[in-house]
C-alpha cells in the first residue's frame, strides 16, 4: 500500500512538473545505458545522463508495464531513449529485483535507492531541531545525573522533572542554542535545539529516572527532553524548483565551518511561510567583491560580478527557516550567500 500511494503522488508531481518542462540538456559524455549499484542516488545517476541532474523527473518515461517505475534498485538498467524526438530516462527492472521473494518485495521500499545522500542528513530528518523561542523552556529538563556525576553521557543515569505523560518513554535531550536571526530584517526565526543525546524513562515519578542511551555531547543540568518521535526516515524526494523566486540567504552551516562544500548541511531563512518545500532546488549565488581598482582614480572601488556558487536541495521545511543540502559546489559556499531559482 505504501508503495502504491507513493507512486500515486510521485506520478501527480511528475505530471505537473510536465507543464513547466524546460530543455534538458544532455551530458556531453552520457552513456547510453547504466546498471545501478548499491550505494548510488538517483542524483548521481541523473548526473550521468544530464547536464543539471535535478532535472530529471521532467524527462522520466513512466513505463506502464512497471509497477512504481519511480523507485529504483540495484540491478536496475537505466536507458537513455528518445520519444517523439526528445530524450527520455527508461528504467528497465534488472534480474535481482525480479529473483526477490515475496517477503522481500513487501521490503522492496526500503532497498530502494535513495535520492540524495542519506548519510549526510539522516540525524536531520526527525528531530525538532528549530524550536519556538519558549518551547524548551516549557520542556521536561534534567535535575542531576543520578550517578553523582557533574556531567552525564552514554550508559549513564539521570533524574528529570516535568515528564508527566507516561505514554512516553523515550527522550531525545536538547541544549538552547544560537537564534536564527534573519540578516535582511533581524527577525529572530527560531532557535537553534542542539542535539545531545536519546534517554529511557526506568521510572516514571518527581524526579523520573532515565537512562542515557546514546550521546553525541556531555549531557547537564538544565538540558531539555522531547519525546522520541517514530518517523521514517524519507529517503525520496522530488527535486523541483519552485514557482517562484523566493530569495532568502544561507544563515548557517553545520559543523562550524567556514567554507562549505558538497553534502554538507545548512539552514537557509525561507520556510513553508514563503513556500518552501521539502524537494526544491535553489541555486546558490556568490556576492561578487568590492575591490580598489590600482589603474583608474576616477572609479577605484569596482564591485565584482556576482557568480554562481552551486546547488542546495532543501530536505526538511519548518515555518521561517528550513533544511538544504549542498548539492553542487562549484566553488566555495560561504554563510550569507543569497538563494535564487536554478
Not at 295 to 318: S, Y
Amino acid at each position: 500500500m505504501t508503495r502504491r500511494i507513493l507512486g500515486i503522488i510521485l506520478g501527480t508531481l511528475l505530471g505537473s512538473l510536465t507543464a513547466f518542462a524546460q530543455t534538458v540538456a544532455l551530458n556531453p559524455h552520457h552513456p547510453d545505458r547504466y546498471v545501478v549499484v548499491k550505494g548510488d542516488t538517483l542524483w548521481d545517476i541523473a548526473a550521468r545522463f544530464l547536464k543539471d541532474p535535478w532535472l530529471w523527473p521532467e524527462i522520466w518515461y513512466q513505463n506502464p508495464d512497471i509497477h512504481n517505475p519511480h523507485l529504483i534498485y540495484p540491478g536496475d538498467v537505466i536507458s537513455l531513449v528518445y520519444v517523439n524526438g526528445k530524450p527520455r530516462l527508461k528504467v528497465q527492472r534488472g534480474p535481482a529485483v525480479a529473483r526477490l521473494s515475496p517477503k522481500a518485495r513487501s521490503q522492496s521500499l526500503a532497498q530502494a535507492i535513495p535520492t540524495i545522500p542519506l548519510d549526510a542528513i539522516r540525524p536531520f530528518l526527525t528531530r525538532p531541531l528549530v524550536v519556538g523561542e519558549h518551547d524548551l523552556e516549557r520542556a521536561p529538563y534534567v535535575l542531576a545525573s543520578a550517578d553523582e556525576h557533574l556531567i552525564a553521557g552514554a550508559g549513564d543515569r539521570i533524574y528529570a522533572r516535568g515528564i508527566q505523560d507516561k505514554a512516553h518513554a523515550r527522550y531525545n535531550l536538547f541544549r538552547a542554542g544560537d537564534a536564527y536571526v534573519d540578516p535582511d530584517t533581524g527577525e529572530v526565526l527560531g532557535y537553534a535545539a542542539l542535539y545531545l543525546g536519546e534517554a529511557q524513562v526506568q521510572r516514571f515519578g518527581d524526579p523520573a529516572t532515565l537512562a542515557v542511551n546514546a550521546s553525541t555531547r556531555e549531557i547537564a543540568s538544565g538540558d531539555r527532553l522531547l519525546p522520541v518521535t517514530d518517523e521514517n526516515t524519507r529517503a525520496h524526494f522530488l527535486p523541483h524548483a519552485p514557482a517562484k523566486d523566493v530569495g532568502g540567504r544561507i544563515i548557517a552551516v553545520m559543523d562550524g565551518v567556514r567554507e562549505i562544500g558538497q553534502y554538507q548541511v545548512v539552514v537557509l531563512n525561507r520556510g513553508t511561510r514563503e513556500g518552501i518545500e521539502v524537494g526544491h532546488v535553489l541555486r546558490v549565488r556568490q556576492a561578487g567583491e568590492t575591490l580598489r581598482d590600482p589603474v583608474d582614480p576616477k572609479h577605484r572601488q569596482v564591485r565584482l560580478p556576482d557568480e554562481d556558487a552551486g546547488l542546495v536541495m532543501v530536505f526538511r521545511t519548518f515555518e521561517k527557516v528550513s533544511f538544504g543540502l549542498v548539492m553542487d559546489a562549484r566553488r566555495p559556499i560561504h554563510v550569507l550567500d543569497r538563494l535564487a531559482r536554478p
